[in-house]
């Protein structure tokens, strides 16, 4: 249906177009020969203007020409030898010469170019420099001097006898001039002089000669308000004054390339002229709007006449639209012709006229087969309704999909399944069902619809619904249509399969994960492995393994029950999650044993998580029946490529790592390097090892004790306990060789609770026998994260036989820095037990100061470095002093070590050292 708009006939559109067309061109040719007349106008003026310039500068050239012969006949008709003779041959003639010559005055100068004699004023008389010039130049000099009116002056050299003898000067009014020129013209014009600095006409300004005085000043005031001289000077310009237009022009009487003062302005009435302009341009305006409406109406009738035909066709239009043949018919034969000759009107009729023929049989068959169309949609509905029943009753999903992907048709199978109404799903998107990761599933239905795939295909998928996901299996087939490709359809079926995958995922869990701690297990750590080192192959990116093992899970487990345990490493996995980053892998590869696969460009990261690791895990405490367990693990550490390029190298040399971090004692992590040589560490701790273990069960372990002097009283004050091994021979084995391995193996707290009750069983036995010395017992630094070693001392003092304030135990400053909290905490304990404490090789590090104010030690003990030289080195003997007193400062006992000659022993008495021990004191001993 046509809309509604305003009605416009082809009559007046055309007439419209064609006249806006020619409207267009004839105001272009108009303005054309509009500016044609004005560019004339201009020239014409610009001619005139050049014709005054050029008459003003010919007559002034004549004026100097005339002034210079007047000049040249006085000097010819005078002899004169001097200037003296010449003066009195003036006196005689001047007033002849000046009338004839229409001169002003007379000057004569000598060659100084100072004035020697003149005749009539010295009104009009030249520069001494001009006159030095024309002197110099031996050349006449001509000048316009406007100063006090406007003269013409000549400066001419006088020669006698080919010598220069001065120069004489004449002026003339440049009034003639101006006359002449106005005979010439016919046009007013005169002269004005200003400032030469001056650019604006009201400075300066002075009228030397003029035609008409009194309307030159008017115009020329009234452009002075207007113009400054320079706009003058450029062009000209137009002045109106008493409704006359006045055409002013300024330029310098003299050609010379400064335009200097004084200048000449002429000033012309051209009121006539624009007037006449004027009016030219009004008839050339008049003669093409005149043209245009004559045009105009004349296209309009010829447009009327021709298109009157068209407007019966127009009007006879609705009623075939209507079905109005016969109307019709006889509406187009009716119109009038104009017997020219046949034209495309007559031939458009003629068409109407079979339109019409036809759409009448086209009606008529219409009608034919609307009846059979409804015979035969009777018969397809019931059809439809038997094919639709049995759809809607299928377990199966049943979606139709338009060209577009827009969902047509949904069965209650479907709408269950999405748990949505059947309105809200219509004429959705299928995609918008799908999750978008399935680019491959979205892909290939978009294929289907442009046929670039076959015309079926099937997919397992993701449905998502409003409750969840489900997992349906789909079939995709395209319905091909005898119609356009906008009519295709995708017929897709659905079978819900979540319980199968859900049984499916629970078989894959159980094969692939660890079902206490639910980390991926042994077998997906080989193959995740594998991939990590297929990519960094690829990428050239390195890889790390960190091979984890709890220490004394062992102890844990058997000392409890195996829930226990598995609560345990519940917890550490937690605490590991804790510890790595999003893109680290963590399984669980055995009982305690744990695995990490890390992707790191630089070994300083790997050490920072190793790190962070060991961190993490000293902070969990693990409570069973009353007792607090720390926990710690052991990490080896191997980098692919450097440390090996398959999984077994990677695995070994990682396995290597590992059990050299438990040898450092464990809670410490290792990584692995060529130069260490783990096989030959492995037997020789595996031999130390044996030998403690040994030693320990057959008491081959001895003491020998340490006299520490009294040095005020001169008495023994107590004994330090320092433990020697026997071996197969009977031989001793010095401390220095065994207790660092037995650190690294993790035993060391072994050999401390042994010290322990051999210290304290002497202790008892030296009081039976009414000594009573202190007994001063070294603790590793192991012990401060061994809550055993505290239950061991606590046991061993729950005897009443036992002075707890004669037990002393020694820890090394380095260990209790490195792990103060920890000694802080255990030194506390143990002074609750009614023990002392001392901190051993005191010195060592320059931040003994900020820790020994906060560890609640009783003794102090120097490092024996200090104290062996302090006779022979003053700095030694400087920094002892300065530790004593800043120790007994904080209430500390100062004892020190390697006392080895009476001189060192008197220097500590200087300095008041309480207690001093070393070989000069006595060497270590069995007590017997």
Known sequence: MIKKYFFLSLKWKFSLIFGSVFLFFLSLFSYRLYLDTSKNFELSRQKIALNHINTVHALTQKSFINLNQSVDLFLIGNQSQSLENMISFLDHNVNQWLLLGNLENVIIFNTNGEIVNYWESLIITPTKENVLATLRSEKPNYQIDCKKGCYQQAIVPILAQGKLIGALSVARSFADVIIQYEKITHSDGGIIATDNSATNLSLGINFAGMTQMALSKQVFRLAKKQYTLLELLDERHIVILNNHSYELKVFPIKKTADNQSPYFIVIVDITENLNELSFNLQKIALFGIANFFIAFVLLLIVINIFLKRITLLSAALPLLANQHYDKFRQKITSQPRILLAYDELDQLNHTALKVTEQLENLELQVREHTQKLLEKSDELILEK????????????????????????????????????????????????????????????????????????????????????????????????????????????????????????????????????????????????????????????????????????????????NHATGDRLLIQVTQQLKKSLRISDMLFRTGGDEFAIIMQSHDTNDIKIAAAKINQNLSELEYQFNGKLYKVSISIGIAIYPEHGKTIDDL????????????????????????????????????????????????????????????????????????????????????????????????????IDRWVIKAAINKHIELKQQGKHYKMSINLSGLSFNCTSIFETIAEQLNNDEVSPEQIMFEITETSAVSNFLAAQSLIQKIKNLGCTLALDDFGVGFSSFYYLKHLPVDYVKIDGVFIRQVDKNNEDKIFVKALTEVSQALGKKVIAEFVENETILEILKDFGIEYAQGYFIGKPELLN
């Open 385 to 560: 309704n038997f094919i639709q029943q049995l759809i809607e009753v299928s377990p199966i999903i049943v979606i139709l999909q338009n060209f577009d992907g827009q969902v047509t048709s949904i069965n209650t199978a479907g709408t269950n399944a999405l748990e949505m109404e059947k309105n809200a799903i219509i004429g959705k998107n299928f995609a918008n069902f799908i999750p978008k990761l399935e680019d491959e599933h979205l892909r290939k239905i978009k294929q289907l619809r442009h046929g670039k795939l076959q015309d079926i295909f099937k997919t397992d998928g993701i449905l998502l619904t409003n409750q969840g996901n489900c997992h349906i299996s789909w079939l995709h087939s395209l319905i091909n249509s005898k119609n356009k490709k906008t009519d295709k359809l995708i017929l897709t079926l659905g079978i819900n399969i979540s319980e199968r995958k859900r049984v499916e995922a629970e078989m894959v869990k159980m094969a692939t994960e660890d079902p206490l701690t639910g980390l991926k297990n042994r077998k997906i750590f080989h193959s995740d492995l594998e991939h990590k080192i297929d990519s960094a192959k690829r990428h050239g990116f390195p890889v790390a393994l960190f091979y984890l093992d709890l220490d004394q899970f062992k102890i844990i487990n058997d000392s409890s």
């Open 651 to 750: 695995l070994t040399n990682a396995d290597l790592a590992m059990y050299r971090a438990k040898e450092q004692g464990g809670g410490q992590y290792h990584i692995f390097s060529i130069d260490v040589k783990y096989q030959t560490l492995l037997t020789q701790n595996h031999y130390w090892r044996e030998c403690i273990e040994q030693a320990l069960m057959q008491n081959h372990f001895i003491l020998f004790y340490q006299p520490i002097l009294d040095i005020e009283k001169n008495k023994i004050s107590h004994y330090e306990c320092l433990i020697r091994m026997r071996n197969e021979d009977g031989g001793l084995i010095m401390p220095d060789e065994f207790i660092s391995i037995a650190e690294e193996l993790g035993i060391i707290n072994k």
